[in-house]
């Protein structure tokens, strides 16, 4: 869990920010979740840099890795080891980022000017894609799931991730290879639990 490590937002209009980040290896799964403390009606933004295409939906992102091809600029800056130009190269599989949040929320995308301070380099865009919504209290929860769309379409859906904070402390859950699988998040750890369907 981290915990505001960077202390880049004063003690104003963010009160509070936790986020876990799991990486389920048996499912191929990443989950994080934000814990974001704020004013009642307060806006949200949950930003991601990919530094792949993507395509954006009403309620999710589309990552496609195999799709994405570096530029000019990327390779220069490769060649320079810059460690994001890697992540620019591409040829992974394609990923779905699923936003989680018990209200409305919206997705867009945007960039954002990267300005290295050396003499030779140039300025550079960096697209992004955000969850945004309004606090309902203040303090919530946002979740966000990222997994192969392969899990989709091979035969091996991932389907219903449900975010929940109604027991006292938050869940995210989903059903996988026909497995019910709760992730329930403490204050410093998270459990796994996974129910097979009965025979």
């Given at each position: 869990?981290?915990?505001r490590p960077?202390?880049?937002?004063?003690?104003?209009?963010?009160?509070?920010?936790?986020?876990?980040?799991?990486?389920?290896?048996?499912?191929?799964?990443?989950?994080?979740?934000?814990?974001?403390?704020?004013?009642?009606?307060?806006?949200?933004?949950?930003?991601?840099?990919?530094?792949?295409?993507?395509?954006?939906?009403?309620?999710?992102?589309?990552?496609?890795?195999?799709?994405?091809?570096?530029?000019?600029?990327?390779?220069?800056?490769?060649?320079?080891?810059?460690?994001?130009?890697?992540?620019?190269?591409?040829?992974?599989?394609?990923?779905?980022?699923?936003?989680?949040y018990d209200?409305?929320?919206?997705?867009?995308?945007?960039?954002?000017?990267?300005?290295?301070?050396?003499?030779?380099?140039?300025?550079?865009?960096?697209?992004?894609?955000?969850?945004?919504?309004?606090?309902?209290?203040?303090?919530?929860?946002?979740?966000?799931?990222?997994?192969?769309?392969?899990?989709?379409?091979?035969?091996?859906?991932?389907?219903?991730?449900?975010?929940?904070?109604?027991?006292?402390?938050?869940?995210?859950?989903?059903?996988?290879?026909?497995?019910?699988?709760?992730?329930?998040?403490?204050?410093q750890n998270?459990?796994?639990?996974?129910?097979?369907?009965?025979?």
């Amino acid at each position: 869990m981290e915990d505001r490590p960077t202390h880049a937002y004063p003690d104003k209009e963010l009160k509070l920010w936790n986020r876990w980040v799991i990486l389920d290896k048996d499912n191929n799964v990443v989950i994080l979740l934000d814990k974001i403390g704020c004013a009642t009606g307060s806006n949200v933004e949950i930003r991601f840099h990919p530094l792949v295409d993507f395509d954006v939906s009403d309620d999710h992102i589309i990552l496609h890795g195999r799709r994405s091809q570096p530029d000019d600029r990327a390779r220069r800056a490769a060649a320079r080891g810059r460690r994001f130009a890697f992540l620019q190269l591409g040829g992974g599989p394609d990923l779905e980022l699923l936003p989680l949040y018990d209200g409305k929320y919206t997705v867009i995308k945007g960039r954002q000017a990267s300005v290295p301070v050396t003499e030779s380099d140039e300025l550079m865009w960096i697209p992004y894609v955000s969850t945004v919504l309004k606090a309902a209290a203040t303090e919530s929860y946002v979740g966000t799931v990222i997994y192969t769309t392969s899990d989709k379409s091979e035969g091996n859906p991932v389907s219903q991730f449900q975010l929940s904070t109604n027991s006292g402390k938050p869940e995210i859950s989903c059903t996988l290879d026909g497995q019910y699988i709760t992730y329930v998040f403490n204050e410093q750890n998270v459990e796994r639990h996974v129910e097979s369907p009965a025979k």
